[in-house]
């Protein structure tokens, strides 16, 4: 599978709509930032929650090293997300900004600047 880099106006386009759904929707964001967060300190790739969230294919992100235990709590905070009324808000930004991948756009909203993540390819 073939993957091209975002652009640094891609990055920033995508920072900027998720900049504006904390303004506008704080509810929703505040639960998506929980998530994010959660996933990152669980160390559960990226694609594995974007595809949770999409409900796309999980194999090429399944977690292999976490404790089914652990992976079900996982699935029910992304499940509260994904029952929020404004979760469509949230999935069209995603759509929107599919071509920067789930990992970059999660760091974003972490907090990340574009500048840093233009060009890296590691993040999964």
Known sequence: MLKTLASLG???AAKED???LKRTHPDVFDQLLHVVSLTRQLQIKYGY?????????LKPYHPEYVKESILSLYQKEV???????DVQIVQDRLNK???????????LI???KPEML????IIK
Not at 79 to 85: D, I, P, Q
Not at 97 to 103: A, F, N
């Open 10 to 12: 891609e990055l920033t």
């Open 18 to 20: 998720f900049e504006e």
């Open 49 to 57: 929650m974007g595809s949770l969230l999409m409900d796309e294919d």
């Open 79 to 85: 499940g509260k997300l994904t029952a929020h009324e």
């Open 97 to 107: 900004h599919k071509k920067v991948g789930y990992p970059k756009l999660f760091l």
């Open 110 to 112: 972490l907090g990340a």
């Open 118 to 121: 233009k060009g890296s390819t």
